[in-house]
């Protein structure tokens, strides 16, 4: 069988080496995934083995095994003959049972490729705080253009109580004009690991139901006041009037509403056009597989169309799962692999059935929680019916899910002839091979669970 693309290091490169402390002594570089260390005199028994390194996949933490027969001091603790102790870098070995009149080495790992990626950053908690309600942030938002940040759920309430109000959003720590507020992906990766490091500083799960139940901003919002955009000089170029244009519900009343100055407006992720942010309409305004803002049902709803000034989308782009046709399968199904795109194609056909009955049937099976949705690829999975409404991509992704599970469960009499012999890849739907290797795209399945894992990606570990 072939073998996969492992770890990133080739057994030439340096990745860690033993400093000796007296520099009588000379450096030990560590090529090998295991080198055993031997001292450096011959005595008459010959090389005498003192311990054997091995390097962890995580590649930035190793183990000493002591292979000489006597203790050995790691880091100040005794490590029996023949016991294993973890180092990392900056570990201290000495040679024997005490610290002193023993050769001592300093471990020091050379930076790889992925810990470059990764370095560490030391932060004061103070910055990670939100100051609404003083505790690290929660799905944290950020207010522009003073570029503050917030958990969602306390900027949310503080944003309902300036639009009850009528007034302009002012940001609660420096009072400035708030133009915009969106999730801040990068800023939530902070405040996950800051938890992570720190559990005690995690609120209780009440607390946290109870900012994700007050959290509204999924996809960015944009606040504006227009009382405050009429008193300024307006010059062409200005992007507030142009936002204006953008929505047609500021200048025209539709279905009884006319947006007013302190309405907040959704940009569409599909047209770049701007609707005025609803809630409790019964409309959608967010695709729930992303959570990001399209409008045509919006729109479609109030009966409006799109004009030269107004772009907006046609109802086809955003609507219920149950109400949309599939004529071809998905480019981002069975992992872009085209050979086994042309497979299920062949299947259907030979069923004598169309892609839409088939999507159709699994949509089904999924309705009625047949399917193990852990590894479907779209936000609030749990939640997802024939009724959510979706995004051309999302859906995309959906049908995609639900034909990997379409194939996984054709028994070999239903497979195209000769297709049915393959074997699973050890790697199944997460070989990376399979994407720039034709002929073994061919010759192995790749429409199956990975048995083996992929050392050094953790994205590719995922199972099913
Ligand atoms: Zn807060
Ligand atoms: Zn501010
Ligand atoms: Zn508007
Ligand atoms: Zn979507
Ligand atoms: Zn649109
Ligand atoms: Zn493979």
Redesign the pocket.
């Known amino acids: 069988m072939e073998k996969g693309e492992s770890s990133k290091l080739s057994e030439e490169d340096v990745w860690a080496k033993l400093i000796p402390v007296d520099s009588h002594y000379s450096e030990i570089e560590l090529r090998l995934k295991e080198t055993v260390i031997c001292s450096e005199v011959d005595n008459s028994s010959g090389k005498q083995d003192w311990c054997k390194i091995t390097r962890s996949v995580d590649l930035v933490s190793a183990m000493m095994q002591n292979k000489s027969s006597k203790e050995i001091l790691v880091d100040e603790k005794v490590v029996q003959d023949e016991h294993a102790a973890a180092i990392k870098c900056g570990s201290e070995i000495s040679l024997g049972p005490s610290d002193e009149g023993f050769v001592k080495y300093r471990f020091e790992m050379m930076p790889t490729e992925e810990s470059r990626r990764y370095i560490q950053v030391s932060l004061d908690i103070e910055y990670a705080k939100c100051c609404i309600c003083l505790s690290i942030w929660h799905d944290v938002v950020t207010a522009a253009p003073c570029l503050h940040n917030f958990c969602n759920g306390c900027f949310s309430e503080w944003l309902r109580r300036s639009q009850e109000r009528r007034s302009s959003v002012l940001c609660p720590q420096c009072r400035a004009v708030v133009q915009f507020v969106g999730r801040n992906h990068f800023l939530h990766n902070i405040e996950e690991d800051i938890l992570l490091a720190d559990p005690s500083l995690k609120r209780s799960s009440e607390d946290t139901k109870l900012l994700d139940s007050c959290a509204s901003i999924k996809s960015p919002l944009v606040l504006n006041s227009r009382k405050g955009r009429r008193k300024r000089e307006r010059s062409p170029s200005d992007a507030a009037d142009s936002l204006e244009h953008l929505c047609p519900q500021c200048d025209t009343q539709f279905g009884g509403f006319r947006c007013n100055e302190s309405t907040v407006h959704l940009q569409c992720q599909a047209c770049g056009g701007m609707m005025p942010s609803r809630l409790n309409i019964g409309v959608q305004q967010h695709?729930l597989?992303?959570d990001?803002a399209f409008c045509a049902a919006y729109w479609h709803s109030l009966g409006v169309s799109g004009s030269n000034l107004h772009p907006l989308c046609i109802p086809e782009t955003f609507k219920p799962i149950a109400e949309r046709t599939i004529t071809r399968i998905p480019s981002l199904a069975h992992e872009e692999n085209h050979y086994e795109q042309n497979i299920t194609e062949r299947c259907i056909r030979q069923m004598g059935r169309s892609l839409q009955d088939v999507v159709a049937d699994w949509i089904l099976k999924l309705e009625k929680r047949e399917i193990d949705r852990t590894r479907m690829p779209l936000n609030h999975a749990e939640m997802i019916t024939s009724r959510t409404y979706?995004?051309s991509?999302?859906y995309d992704k959906l049908v995609s899910f639900l034909l990997y599970w379409f194939r996984v469960t054709m028994t070999g009499l239903l497979l195209p002839s000769g297709e049915a012999q393959r074997e699973d890849c050890w790697y199944g739907y997460a070989c990376r091979t399979q994407h720039h290797n034709q002929e073994h795209a061919q010759k192995r399945n790749h429409v199956c669970r990975p048995t083996r894992e992929y050392m050094t990606d953790s994205t590719s570990t995922r199972r099913d």
Do not use: N, V
């Open positions: 695709c597989g992303c990001r979706t995004c991509e999302c």
